[in-house]
């Protein structure tokens, strides 16, 4: 059975860093479309960085661009999201997801690529 289980999420004040796990089991990460969201309170699920199994190429969002870095461990199955510079803005639940390895870079930041889901980490951002 396909699980993905996020960790590191945490209360951070501006300007700080963190990194985030996704842990995969069931399935090679390597082989799938992988991406990281995140859902803000009153705001809809926002695809901030993706990975295409299909040619390896990644994706960011505006966002994040320049402060977010999308990495694997291949021998650990895990995917990580380091986060830096981070703002209040940047305060949400994160998720990570497997998509199909066919998709591209083109609709990986899309939900509805997507077809199983970690249960999230809370990131806060506040002084």
């Known amino acids: 059975q396909l699980e993905l289980v996020e960790s590191g999420g945490g209360l951070v004040q501006p300007g700080g860093s963190l990194r985030l796990a996704c842990a995969a089991s069931?399935?090679?990460?390597?082989?799938?479309?992988m991406g990281w969201f995140r859902q803000a309170p009153g705001k809809e699920r926002e695809g901030i960085v993706c990975?295409?199994?299909?040619?390896?190429?990644?994706v960011y969002a505006d966002s994040v661009k320049g402060r977010f870095t999308l990495s694997r461990d291949n021998a650990k199955n895990t995917m990580y999201l380091q986060m830096d510079s981070l703002k209040p803005e940047d305060t949400a639940v994160y998720y990570c997801?497997?998509?199909?390895?066919?998709?591209?870079?083109?609709?990986?930041?899309?939900?509805?690529?997507?077809?199983?889901w970690g249960q999230g980490t809370q990131v806060t951002v506040s002084s």
């Open positions: 990975i295409s199994a299909s040619d390896s190429n990644t």
């Open positions: 997801a497997a998509g199909p390895p066919d998709a591209t870079t083109v609709s990986c930041l899309t939900t509805g690529v997507y077809g199983s």
């Open positions: 069931g399935f090679v990460l390597d082989y799938y479309t």
